[in-house]
């Protein structure tokens, strides 16, 4: 089936332009998760979502960041006033439930780029 | 929360070597030890994964085994061809009651024909 699927594949922005970056996940999958894959940093985590909730948020680098998910499906991963540091992939997964041993899919990614 | 390590940084082995990635983690909560496969311009794609209740686990050409007294997972590939040269990340879970994965920094592995 269908696997995850993110939009758009990249983007190019100025600094201090807002931009949104969505993800698509798995049919039937609940649990949803946003990372970021950057040269320095590596792949870090920024938060998951089970069901429209966001119980943890403790990996969004700052209050510029900001993410949402409606019906339980799609998510928009936000940046308000974009920094050159923000520059990287930005990767979503998905699972079928939240748990501690269910395997996490991934989607291609969106590669950030702020001029 | 988890720390992760992971050896080699690169390595490079002619086609049809075997090639052994390890993986070291601190949380003796962690259950769940998945291996991923990332190729230039894609997400990370899951090849493997392995649970805190068993050893081993192979699926053709592909093994994984962990050490829980130890806190070590290793991946190894067997017969290796060109199509296997990517970047490998071990992503164990950070432990009880959290639900993100903690990835290694990465293992990029050449075959060379």
């Known amino acids: 089936g269908a696997g995850v699927s993110q939009s758009p594949s990249n983007k190019v922005t100025e600094k201090g332009k807002d931009v949104e970056l969505r993800c698509d996940p798995i049919?039937?999958?609940?649990?949803l998760y946003w990372y970021r894959q950057s040269l320095g940093q590596g792949l870090e985590f920024l938060i998951y979502?089970?069901?429209?909730?966001?119980?943890?948020k403790s990996g969004l680098p700052s209050d510029r960041f900001s993410a949402e998910r409606t019906g339980g499906s799609v998510s928009t991963l936000t940046i308000q006033r974009t920094q050159q540091e923000d520059s990287a992939v930005y990767l979503c997964?998905?699972?079928?439930?939240?748990?501690?041993?269910?395997?996490?899919?991934f989607g291609p990614g969106t590669r950030l780029t702020v001029l | 929360g988890e720390n992760v390590e992971q050896h080699p940084s690169t390595l490079s082995v002619q086609e049809g070597d075997s090639a052994v990635i390890k993986c070291t983690y601190s949380?003796?909560?962690?259950?769940?030890f998945p291996w991923y496969k990332q190729e230039l311009g894609k997400g990370p794609q899951l090849i493997i994964d392995?649970?805190?209740?068993?050893g081993e686990k192979k699926d053709q050409r592909i093994a994984v085994t962990l050490n829980k007294t130890a806190k070590h997972f290793s991946l190894h590939i067997t017969e290796t061809q060109p199509e296997d040269s990517a970047v490998y990340f071990c992503?164990?879970?950070?432990?009880?009651?959290?639900?993100?994965?903690?990835f290694g920094k990465g293992t990029k592995l050449s075959v060379i024909p």
């Open positions: 997964a998905s699972s079928l439930e939240i748990s501690s041993t269910d395997t996490q899919y």
């Open positions: 049919s039937g999958h609940t649990a």
């Open positions: 979502f089970q069901g429209n909730s966001a119980p943890d």
């Open positions: 949380d003796s909560a962690s259950n769940y």
């Open positions: 392995i649970r805190s209740n068993v």
């Open positions: 992503a164990p879970y950070s432990g009880a009651g959290s639900y993100q994965l903690t």
